[in-house]
Structures are given as C-alpha cells and as structure tokens.
C-alpha cells in the first residue's frame, strides 16, 4: 500500500487517482462526523460532498505532510461546513422536511420489526427519525475536541498517538477526552431514555 | 489498577483488534485475552465498550455504496474541470502574448521599470550616507511617506526619520565625511523641527502627551549622541555641533560680548574677554578659525585670555573651545586700543578690518589642526 505521503503529494498535483485514494480512505470518517451532527442523511450526503468539493479545490495549498496533519486539515472544513449549515438553518423560518426515501429504504434493515417496515408503519418511522434526533442532539452536547476523537478512534480506525498528533494532544489527554466523550454520551443518551437505534435492533435480535 | 480511561483504551483497542481478525477470518484473539482480564472487568466501563461498538456500526453513519460513487465521480469531474480552466486561462496568456509582441514587449518593459525602481527603493532605504545620490530618493521616500500618513502618524514617522537620521552621525564623525557630516547634522536639525511642529499640531490628548513625551526622549538622546561626538570632531564640525546641542536646549557656551584689548607696544600682550553664559575655564582661544595654545581663566565672570599679539591687525573672528569639545566663534568683536586710545565698536558690529590675508594667524596648526602654538604676526 502506498504511503500516505506519497498520495498526499500525487494528490496536490491534482493526480486523480491519488485524490481517490484519499476520497476513499476519508469519506467514512467525513461522513460519521457530519451525519452524526445533521438531522438527516440527505444533509449529511449534501454537506460531505461541499467538504470533499473543497478538499479537491484547496489541497494543492496543504502544507499537511502526514495523515494526522490531513485528517485534522479535512476535519476542520467539515466542522466549519456544519457550522454554516446551522448559521443557515438559523436564519430560516422553521419547516418541517419531508420524509426522505432514500434514507428509509436504506434504514428499513436495522429498524424493521417482524411484519412491518418504517415505509409501511409510520409511527415506526417517526419514533426512528426521533431516536436518531437525541442522538444528534447529545453528540452536539459534545465539545468538538470529544466529537474529533470519537471519529479518529471509532470512525477512522486510528490509534490513540494519531489522533493525539492529529489534535496536538499528548496520547494521555486523547485516553481522557475518550472516556470522557463516551461516558458524557452515555449520560446524554440516559437523559433522553432513547438508546442508539442500533442497540433496540440488537436487543431485538437477542430476544428472537 | 488501571485507570478508568486507560481500561476502556485496552479494551476498545481489544475490541479493534477482534472486529480486525474476524474480517479477515481469524480466530477470536479477544476470547484468549478476555480470560486473563476478567479480574478487571468493569461494568462503567464495559458500558462505554458497548456504546462505542453500537456508535461504530449505527448505520447512519454509514456511506451507502451509490452515494460514495456518485460523489467519487462528481468530485473526479470537478477535477478535470479545473484543471481545465487552470490550463486555460495559462494558455490563453501565452497565446496573446506570443500574438502581440509589442504587447509582451511592452510588458516586460513595465515588469523591468518595476523591479528597477523597487531595487532603487530598497537600495536607497539602506543610504545613510547623505552624499550618496540615492540619499535624494530616501528623503523622498520618507516625505512620501509622511505625506500619505494621518497627522498622528505623521509625527510618529517624523520621530522613526529623527531617530534614524541619529543613528547615521557616529559613522559620519570623520576628516574623511567632514561634508556628509554636516548635512547629517542638518537634516536632524531639520527632521526635529518638523517633528516638534506635527506634535504641536496634534489635538491635546493622550496620544500628543506620549508623542511630546517621545520628542525629548529623542532630544536627550540626540544631546547624548553629539556630546558623545565632540572629541573625535574638527573645529568646524565641533562648532556646527555646538550650535545643534544648543538648538536641542543643551547647556552650551553663549557669549554675549567679546572684546580685544590691542597692546600699546607691538610686542606686549593682548587681552581677550568673553561675556556671556556657561564659560569654562580651561578652554583654548580660537583666532580667525584656528586653535591658540592660549587657555582662559574665569574672572568676574568673564572668560579671560592674554596672549601675546605681534602688530595690530584686528582679527576676524574670534572664539572658544572648551575642554568638552563645545566650541562658540563670532565676528562681533569689541576692539579696545591701548589705554589712552579709541574703543571701537560695540560688540554688536565686527569692527575689525580684516586683512587682504583673511587676518589668520601665523601660526601653523598642528597635524591635528587645533593647536597652532600661538601669535598672530602682523600683516603690513
């Protein structure tokens, strides 16, 4: 496998298949934090592709070396993404949106009960849609520092020393912001009484 | 035990590590490790174990194959798309020049002027010597300078200039820039004056009282720095210098009244007496320019030097140089003859006449050209 490096300096050339590279190794950990902060997928689909877009636009003036440096470059346009999503959503009268199809055809899987799908239950759909709506709110509740170590740790698979260059944190504090993100969750989570929808479909799984 | 935080690592590292072997078909490196573990077991933290676990596979959180390739390729045009415009609007550049030599010509001339006078500029902000050509243009520079500034700024540039014109009179206090010298020491004289009348300018106010307070502190530095230069200067220098310290409100000699006393005989002594403020004795008689052996006593208040004169030429001028190094010379001398004789002048008007020689004495100056060893013979 090429080294990060490597790709990175093909990407700043604009090779396409470097920018691939990246794109690929990237987007799941993008889209963890931005879908983990927006309301819904189609938002979430919407703002990755404006950090990606800026991503192709600006990499050729990255002074990022090493994949923590890029990671936290990347992370930022999509921290900033998201805050002028909701400087946006601020400024305009609210609205409720219209379910979206793509969205539960895709989730009918980890929600669906015996006999019934969120397409065909609307009451299912709706206490899903909420669900996933507390958890949103409690990782909002979260400092960004927290949410960035959730998606180093857990989204993007790295270890406790890239994240911490990636934060310019020692490896220590990234151990404590980790416990600490995940037990503030957890409270959070608690407060609201909704577990993770993914958690009733396993409990789920275990009755059965 | 552990800490709390560094369990939970372990175990999602653990977990990691489990998740990471299966994917690949392995076996459960996570039931070995968990036997050896169960002593450890926290159930706070087998909680968050679980919550990150649950975080890790939520599926939204999850990119869907159709939405990560249509982003792909959108994103893979919008490359090419740039790239495209990029090489355009290069070429269209080059095509135009290439089509219009006059034009690229033309181009390259400005793009010459330009570095040109930007080389001139930052080689004539480096000039401290006052001779040098490129020292017009630093004046230039700073007048411009001033010109486009605020008020307020004006007199903070004018401080900057006066501060910088200071520091280039040490290494102009030679025989070799004995002229840059003396435009050096101008332009500070210059450069205060217009400072002082910015500042005064200036509205009363918290700004005016720093910029006031600035003003003497670069006086007094200035009164240090010329002091500082006295002795390594020659007579006209350490007068020109003299005349500054006293511009800047420097305690320096003032002479109101200079009087000459002729001998009766050609062959006796002459008497020359200074009036005036801040006179030190010690200091050496200056005739027509030149430094006499003659040194001054303080009587009454007067400067007082007896020299010997041969004949009866009147001087043009006369004047001190004190153990400091200030030195004061006039041409308004208070000619007295001999007892019995006529008194000329007033000491306002220089009643001497002088010669077809310019009245200098006959003495010659030493190398050093301050100390002649004395007389002035006269001329007939």
Known sequence: ?208 | MKPREERLNDRLEQVELDRRFHGLGGQHPGEFMMSGREQEHDPEVEDLVALAQRLQQAHHLQVTPDFARQLEQRLLRHRAQLQLQHGSTRRSLFALLRARPALSAVLGLCVLVCLLSTSVLALAAQVTNPTSPLYGVRRWEQHVQIQMSSPADQAGLDLQFARDQLKTLPSLADAAHADAYHQALLDLDQQVTTTAAAVKKLPAGVQQTQLTSELASVKHDSIQVLRALLPRLALPEQLATTGELARLGDTVPIRSRVSLKLPVHPSNRATVSFTGLALQPGAHLLVNGTVSEATGTLQDGQLVFVVEWAGEQHPHSLGMLNPDGTAAETTAIGIEDAPGGNQHGNGNKPSATPTPHGNKPSATPTPHGNKPSATPTSHH
């Open chain 1, 1 to 208: 496998m090429e080294a990060i490096e490597h790709v990175l300096d093909r990407a700043r050339q604009g090779n396409a298949e470097a920018l691939s590279a990246l794109y690929h190794r990237f987007l799941p950990g993008i889209f963890g934090y931005i879908a983990a902060r927006v309301p819904d997928r189609s938002t979430a689909e919407d703002l990755t592709s404006d950090v990606f877009v800026q991503m192709v636009e600006g990499i050729h003036r990255l002074r990022a070396q090493d994949e923590a440096g890029f990671s936290a470059w990347l992370l930022r346009i999509a921290r900033v993404t998201v805050a002028g999503y909701y400087r946006t959503r601020a400024k305009q009268p609210a609205h409720f949106s219209l379910p979206d199809t793509g969205w539960e055809q895709t989730q009918a899987g980890p929600f669906a009960l015996q006999g019934s799908s969120p397409e065909t239950d609307p009451v299912q759909w709706v206490e899903a849609r909420e669900e996933w709506q507390a958890v949103v709110q409690s990782i909002n509740q979260l400092t960004e520092e927290q949410r960035q170590v959730l998606v180093g740790r857990l989204l993007l698979g790295y270890d406790v020393e890239t994240v911490a260059r990636m934060l310019g944190k020692k490896a220590n504090a990234v151990k404590a912001l980790q416990f600490r993100a995940l037990q503030s969750l957890q409270r959070l989570l608690g407060k609201s009484r909704r577990p993770l929808p993914v958690l009733q479909h396993q409990k789920k799984e275990k009755g059965r």
